[in-house]
């Protein structure tokens, strides 16, 4: 399984971007899928969360300007971000939870991060 990550970018801030993580390889099943994000000097922190029934959860300091959202027929999640602030910026990371076979147990997998970049 891998997970290939883009959309990420410079921007001003006030602007918008919309990152795409899509899942490839033998996938029996998607369950929760999300994304994380690390600034420099900073641990790694969840953005936001969405489950196979699309319930989403998000870090309060994106709620209201972030939306995430997936695809399933595609096993991709996507992040709507909007009025970025620079103290988004950060490399974003995709992470999904894939059982690969029925009955297979279910995996973590990261993809490869995707840099977001907020300034003027």
Not at 2 to 28: D, E, K, M, N, W
């Amino acid at each position: 399984v891998q997970l290939q990550a883009s959309g990420g970018g410079l921007v001003q801030p006030g602007g918008s971007l919309r990152l795409s993580c899509a899942a490839s390889g033998t996938i029996f099943s998607i369950n929760a899928m999300g994304w994380y994000r690390q600034a420099p000097g900073k641990q790694r922190e969840l953005v936001a969360t969405i489950t196979s029934g699309r319930t989403t959860n998000y870090a309060d300091s994106v709620k209201g300007r972030f939306t995430i959202s997936r695809d399933n027929a595609k096993n991709t999640v996507y992040l709507q971000m909007n009025s970025l602030k620079p103290e988004d910026t950060a490399v974003y990371f995709c992470n999904v939870d894939i059982r690969a076979r029925g009955g297979a147990p279910i995996h973590n997998y990261w993809g490869q991060g995707t840099q977001v970049t907020v300034s003027s």
